[in-house]
């Protein structure tokens, strides 16, 4: 029986791999406090997720990328998140719509 078992698992682990093609993708959690994306300066691999999580008390913010999006996102509210992946390698600068002041910047290598 666990000879039947070891042989399924190599085959299923191979399918497994090539349905999801990125299972070496990563998620970075960028949290909103105090009016400020913590951290600010994030690097991260293509192909990588970044979410960023409002943990403030009562302000809402939204996180514009404006060289990729001409219009502003929606805002999220405390307790709220927004996520993206990023499938492009670059620079990509970022702000709050409703407080400019707060900027970040996620770097795909
Ligand atoms: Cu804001």
């Known amino acids: 029986m666990k000879k039947i078992i070891n042989k399924l698992a190599a085959p299923l682990l191979l399918i497994s791999l090539l349905v999801c093609g990125n299972v070496l993708a990563k998620e970075h959690v960028v949290e909103i406090y105090k009016k400020k994306f913590i951290p600010a ?3 991260i691999n293509l192909g990588d997720t970044v979410i960023w999580k409002n943990i403030e ?4 913010h ?3 990328f ?3 999006f001409k219009e ?3 805002y999220i509210f405390p307790d709220e998140s927004y996520q993206l992946t990023f499938n492009d390698k670059g ?3 970022y702000l709050c719509g409703p407080h400019p002041k707060m900027t970040g910047t ?4």
């Open 66 to 68: 404006q060289q990729l």
């Open 72 to 74: 502003e996102p929606e």
């Open 57 to 60: 008390k009562r302000q809402y």
């Open 106 to 109: 996620i770097t795909v290598k």
């Open 62 to 64: 939204n996180v514009w």
């Open 41 to 43: 300066e994030l690097t």
């Open 91 to 93: 620079e990509f600068p």
